[in-house]
């Protein structure tokens, strides 16, 4: 048994389905105007949109652009219910500008970052269009247009809920290109972490979740994130600490993105560098944060780790070395600049 347990100690979960971004019906040029141009002054004058619910929708069109969400061929009915911008089971008309939004159409992939080939990590109206409202703290202008019929959109919205992670804001059911109301973040691509931040900067922060779950260490979990919007596994963990994007990346792109770490030597090891079994799967793979040798024969060191059965952790270990585990790899974070 591996030393940081065989229990999920690593990875982020990929959903079975994840070539099935949506499906919808396309809509015709005078259903689009009426939704895209009058409901929102409907909306703001707090009126009903009820009987704007009642339009045929238009014939049939093709897939989203090569570049952008891809959508697999098929129907789907465009309810009305998901077109009508009320909140669920209210019956009141939401006003634009807050971080709660309808969605329409089904199958729409969230992504782990703000990167449309990046992993899935769940997915938005999964059963019946229109389904699932999404809130979302910030959103990020990635500088790469997604478009489905004549709605197009180069910003992914970063939600809190249903589900945590990125969703492109072609599948938020409102006229605009982005969400109103809701900070942007970045620009022109997806934000890397930037050269420089400090070693000992990064071990603080790896320390802070020792404590943070009123006194005690966060729990481990793949599925859940925490109240910083890092996601509660060792990947989740490593990338809280590093600073970058939340949910954080995966055990497999912290290793393999040359814009967070590149390979270096056991012997070259510096507090903050990282030891990663990127090879295995997601009940082996792992990531810690190298803190200090613990003697000069260089036989054990110390490590922050976020580790199945237990969490957040600082301890011993011999992952990487001679008479350890041999999976493990080090690398260093660009960020340091060295």
């Known amino acids: 048994m591996y030393e940081h347990s065989s229990t999920h100690p690593a990875d982020t979960t990929t959903p079975a389905d994840q070539t099935a971004l949506m499906t919808r019906h396309p809509q015709s040029p005078f259903r689009r105007t009426v939704w895209r141009t009058v409901l929102p002054a409907v909306a703001a004058a707090g009126l009903s949109v009820a009987g704007f619910t009642g339009f045929a929708h238009g014939s049939e069109v093709g897939s989203a652009a090569a570049d952008g969400h891809s959508a697999t061929a098929g129907k789907l009915s465009h309810a009305s219910s998901a077109r009508t911008v009320r909140a669920a089971g209210t019956g009141s008309v939401r006003q634009a500008g807050t971080a709660d939004f309808p969605t329409w159409g089904t199958r729409w992939v969230v992504h782990a970052t703000a990167d ?82 400090s070693r000992e900067e990064m071990l603080n922060r790896a320390a802070t979740w020792l404590t943070a779950n009123n006194g005690a260490q966060v729990p481990y979990s793949q599925a859940k994130v925490w109240k910083d919007g890092y996601r509660q596994d060792c990947s989740g963990y490593v990338s809280m600490a590093l600073g970058l994007p939340t949910p954080g990346t995966n055990t497999v792109g912290l290793a393999t993105n040359r814009g967070i770490t590149r390979p270096i030597s056991v012997g070259e090891l510096r507090p903050g560098d990282l030891l990663i079994d990127a090879s295995g799967d997601n009940n082996t793979r792992h990531v810690v944060i190298f803190e200090k040798w613990n003697n000069d024969a260089h036989s054990s060191y110390t490590a922050y780790e976020q580790r199945g059965d237990h969490g957040t952790d600082h301890r011993t270990l011999t992952y990487g070395l001679p008479g350890g585990d041999a999976e493990f790899k080090p690398y260093r974070p660009v960020k340091f600049g060295d």
């Open 116 to 197: 449309s080939d990046s992993p899935a990590v769940g997915m938005i109206n999964k059963t019946a269009p229109g389904q699932d409202r999404i809130t979302a703290d910030y959103q990020i202008d990635t500088g790469r247009k997604v478009c489905e019929g004549s709605s197009c959109s180069t910003f992914m919205a970063h939600l809190t809920g249903p589900v945590s992670g990125f969703l492109s804001v072609v599948a938020v059911d409102i006229p605009q290109d982005r969400l109103p109301g809701v900070p942007v973040q970045g620009g022109g691509g997806q934000p890397q972490p930037q050269p420089g931040g």
